[in-house]
């Protein structure tokens, strides 16, 4: 009952992005990935299990804001989330986020939370989970090419998840790299600064392009791309909003999240529709191949897909047991009788 005092029931836990940073910090950052990564990859292992759409796009000339909703018939998923690249020169985030996880059973929603942080944890945590598939073993050096928001949950990620101990930065905005140089200082990565994006991948085993543009972009040429090396493609999620030269597409073998969605938003939409790529819960689940040679040139065209985030969302609700690191809001109309929505409307006035 809202009016004076609303019951549990109808109180959903909703966790700010204070209270988001406080379960950062009370875990760790490259712990907290460690753990969502765990949770991506069991889903990803029971994909069957998921209701699946692309996500619902509404494209402007500055960028793109999306709802991407999921469901595996228990919980029902979705995250808010914009893609503005001119935003950063404007003082804004490029890419910020909201979701919200419900029961099934009664669409009553059990967790409202902040997903501007989440969806770094995420993203980084889906690329390093398909990098421990598909990098060349024994993986210790990456290049990054764009040093913005994203850029430091992926260098913890890759260091955590797949044991890489060098990342080499590069960005046209040299206060970029040097302020994720400086955030990684304390991470124990060995951190170098380099002029050129040629520099960044000079004898690098992976790749990371985090650029954001609103164009076809070449931030990676193919002559950049020496054999054997594995590309985590993240900045090109959008329809004419791409990072690589077409011909490294051509030379790679290339792993997507959701093919109706990737082939709209991902490196691929400038292949031919019917162009190979293999997805990569299919990989994880043990029914197509990964890595198959020390040579071979693996490409993750990463779009973000949104059983991710439904694997975040399950994970910071799990942890609201834990760390308590969320406050309850009074969002669910809730009357006594369920058919007197209107009653207690009326009868809030009189109890003023
Ligand atoms: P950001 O705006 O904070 O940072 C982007 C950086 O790229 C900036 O520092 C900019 O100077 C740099 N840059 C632009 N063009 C460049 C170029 N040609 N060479 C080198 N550097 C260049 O953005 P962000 O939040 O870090 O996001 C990065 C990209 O990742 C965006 O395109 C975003 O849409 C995408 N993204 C993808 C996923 C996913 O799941 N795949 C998730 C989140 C964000």
């Not at 940073?21 to 991506?40: D, P, W």
């Not at 691929?268 to 020390?294: C, K, M, Y």
């Amino acid at each position: 009952m809202n009016t004076l005092s609303p019951s549990p029931l109808a109180m959903v836990p909703f966790v700010s992005v204070d209270n988001m940073m406080r379960l950062v910090n009370s875990i760790g950052a490259a712990q907290m990935i460690l753990e969502i990564c765990e949770y991506i990859e069991a889903d990803f292992k029971r994909w069957p299990e998921f209701d699946k759409t692309p996500r619902v796009a509404a494209h402007s000339e500055e960028g793109v804001i999306e709802l991407m909703p999921t469901s595996d018939g228990e919980y029902y998923g979705f995250k808010y989330v914009n893609g503005h690249p001119a935003n950063m020169a404007r003082g804004f985030q490029t890419v910020t986020a909201f979701g919200v996880l419900a029961k099934v059973l009664n669409g009553y929603p059990v967790l409202f939370s902040e997903m501007t942080i989440l969806t770094a944890l995420r993203t980084a945590a889906t690329s390093a989970l398909a990098a421990k598939y598909l990098a060349p073993k024994g993986a210790k050096a990456m290049g990054m090419i764009g040093n913005g928001a994203q850029c430091e949950f992926q260098a913890l990620a890759f260091q955590k998840v797949v044991g890489v101990e060098t990342v080499r930065l590069y960005d046209i905005d040299p206060l970029a790299t040097e302020k994720a140089s400086r955030n990684l200082k304390s991470s124990g990565l060995n951190v170098i600064i380099c002029r050129s994006a040629e520099e960044a991948v000079t004898g690098v085993d992976i790749i990371t392009t985090c650029t954001a543009d609103k164009q076809n972009a070449t931030v990676l040429s193919d002559n950049m791309v020496g054999s054997g090396v594995h590309i985590n493609a993240i900045g090109g999620d959008c329809p004419g909003k791409t990072e690589l030269h077409r011909d490294i597409l051509l030379r790679a073998n290339i792993f997507v999240e959701y093919p109706p969605q990737t082939r709209v938003e991902g490196e691929i939409q400038v292949l031919d529709e019917d162009h190979p790529i293999t997805e990569l819960w299919q990989v994880i689940n043990g029914q197509a191949d990964g890595r198959t040679s020390e040579r071979q040139i693996t490409l993750f065209d990463s779009v973000g897909f949104a059983t991710e985030d439904f694997s975040a969302l399950r994970y910071v609700h799990h942890q609201l047991k834990n760390g308590g690191h969320y406050i309850n809001l009074d969002l669910l109309a809730d009357p006594d009788d369920p058919r007197d929505l209107f009653g207690m409307v009326i009868r809030a006035k009189s109890a003023k």
